[in-house]
């Protein structure tokens, strides 16, 4: 199969630039709601860690 085939092969790349990526999406919804996600952050590593703790404890 050749490329002229698949027509729509060649407008996908021009498509996908038009759209920013989740991650830029992703890093910009942090910035704007700065606080909000450093607690979050901050509560998913006391969780993290509390159970990893508890883990360590049950299978001393």
Sequence with gaps: ???SDHPEAESTPAATE???SYIKLAM???VSKRGTSL???ALTTMGLLAV???LAYLTR
Excluded: C, D, I, W
């Design 18 to 20: 038009a759209k920013p």
């Design 1 to 3: 199969m050749t490329m």
């Design 28 to 30: 910009r919804n942090m």
């Design 39 to 41: 607690q979050h952050f």
């Design 52 to 54: 990893l703790v508890g």
